[in-house]
């Protein structure tokens, strides 16, 4: 499918792999702009912090999340070939889908990639009978796409604040 102004944008979605570690640290930079852009560090230093993170963001991840699927998220290029667009990390608990990482490109955003990510995770649940789950931080500006979406925030403590969408009660289909 090509993207139109009444559709998704084309994308695919594929495993990680090892070859994608350089992209996958850039797709973390850029969604993490905002925060790490005010760090009074001279360049070399905000390098090592930013790895330092990146680092941190992954072992956390992988503590909470053993069984996460990483996947890239690719459109086609201007030669048609796919491109890495984005990345979508995703669990699955009992009961529940859980979006643990969804980020897209700057060159990429307020296209409809992510809208089109998630409703593609709503249908997933939908279909299935199960609640989405994920986080985000305070800042993020993603929480206007999720608001729009009908997600939730939840109550909670620390520097995410708790997402969950559920179906409409008798909408899974079997």
């Not at 797709?27 to 001279?42: N, Y």
């Not at 053993?66 to 984005?86: H, Q």
Request: glycine residues 8%; aromatic residues 6%.
């Amino acid at each position: 499918m090509t993207a139109t102004p009444d559709s998704a944008p084309d994308y695919t979605l594929r495993p990680a792999r090892p070859e994608d570690a350089d992209f996958l640290f850039s797709v973390f930079v850029a969604s993490r702009e905002r925060e790490l852009s005010v760090l009074p560090l001279p360049p070399e230093q905000a390098a090592a912090f930013t790895r330092q993170q990146y680092r941190a963001h992954l072992m956390g991840q992988e503590t909470e999340f053993p069984d996460a699927v990483e996947l890239i998220v690719e459109m086609p290029g201007e030669d048609g070939r796919p491109v890495p667009t984005g990345r979508l990390v995703r669990a699955e608990r009992p009961g529940e889908v859980w979006i643990c990482d969804l980020a897209v490109m700057p060159d990429r955003r307020n296209a409809g990639l992510g809208a089109a990510l998630l409703q593609a995770a709503m249908d997933e649940v939908t279909a299935r009978g199960l609640i989405l789950r994920g986080s985000v931080t305070p800042y993020n500006p993603a929480r206007r796409l999720y608001a729009r979406l009908g997600v939730m925030e939840l109550p909670g403590q620390g520097a995410y604040i708790p997402l969950e969408w559920r179906p409409e009660p008798g909408a899974a289909v079997s």
